[in-house]
């Protein structure tokens, strides 16, 4: 995204944030979005947090061969890395590849068959009306769900290290209460925050300016989930140098 589009992206950011013609109607977009962005992905979460969470906990117990190097620290490694990155980048990039692609094909094919052109001449503000419900979605569920991946993921070490016999389940309890640091929960939910900012509006934006026909809406669609994901990843740099 260059400067000139960057400058588009603010403009319409500053149009998403216009006071609602009727806010019932957008009350009931919300909640859609809602369901859409969080019931909708907790399956998808679910297994991809129990096995990562289980995969990394064998992982860490390979790379402990020494005796002199207590058991209960994996629970406290897979814990800590469940915490501040696996689970708010992991959700985050598995989001922008499924909600990501919906949103920039669905309001790319409202461009391309006029149906924002409509809207406007009907004297609706588009940008609010399409994005901003998937915005609050995005900022509300998405931490929701990191939550709910870090739980899992947790869990997921656990049956992975005690069914392997890399750890018995005291040590692996120990580890994952000792030493905790209730704010690594802090930084990981301001990430989940920004990710779910960026997962909504980046392709949005790719979807409100795309033009052609269906070539082009699938093209868009493809770069709001490359842009998405390298936006991920560089914010997740820039929040864990902040407030780590």
């Known amino acids: 995204m260059n400067f000139t589009n960057f400058g588009k992206y603010l403009l319409l950011l500053?149009?998403?944030?216009?006071?609602p013609e009727k806010f019932k109607i957008y009350l009931k977009a919300i909640?859609?979005?809602m369901d859409f962005v969080g019931v909708g992905s907790l399956g998808l979460i679910a297994i991809i947090s129990t096995f990562i969470g289980a995969v990394m906990t064998l992982q860490i117990a390979f790379q402990l061969v020494s005796d002199f190097i207590p058991k209960t620290i994996i629970g406290s490694v897979t814990r800590d890395s469940s915490i501040l990155e696996l689970s708010p980048t992991i959700t985050?990039?598995?989001l922008a590849g499924k909600i990501g692609?919906?949103?920039?094909?669905e309001i790319g094919t409202m461009r391309v068959s006029e149906q924002i052109d409509a809207l406007e001449i009907m004297g609706i503000n588009s940008p609010g009306y399409l994005?901003?419900?998937k915005l609050i979605a995005g900022i509300t569920m998405v931490p929701v769900l990191?939550?709910?991946?870090?739980?899992?993921?947790?869990?997921?070490?656990?049956?992975?290290g005690?069914?392997?016999?890399?750890?018995?389940p005291a040590e692996y309890i120990q580890g994952i209460t000792t030493d905790f640091n209730p704010y690594t929960i802090v930084v990981a939910l301001v990430k989940a925050f920004v990710f779910g900012f960026i997962i909504t509006t980046v392709p949005a934006y790719e979807g409100f300016y795309v033009k052609g026909g269906a070539l082009e809406v699938a093209q868009a669609s493809t770069?709001?989930?490359v842009v998405s994901c390298i936006s991920i990843l560089a914010c997740d740099y820039i929040v864990t140098q902040l407030l780590l």
């Open 14 to 19: 500053k149009a998403v944030f216009r006071k």
């Open 223 to 225: 770069r709001a989930v």
């Open 101 to 105: 692609s919906a949103i920039s094909s």
């Open 131 to 133: 994005i901003l419900p």
């Open 162 to 168: 005690t069914l392997s016999g890399a750890v018995t």
């Open 146 to 160: 990191v939550i709910f991946a870090m739980v899992l993921s947790i869990t997921g070490g656990y049956l992975g």
């Open 31 to 33: 909640f859609q979005q």
């Open 92 to 94: 985050a990039i598995v």
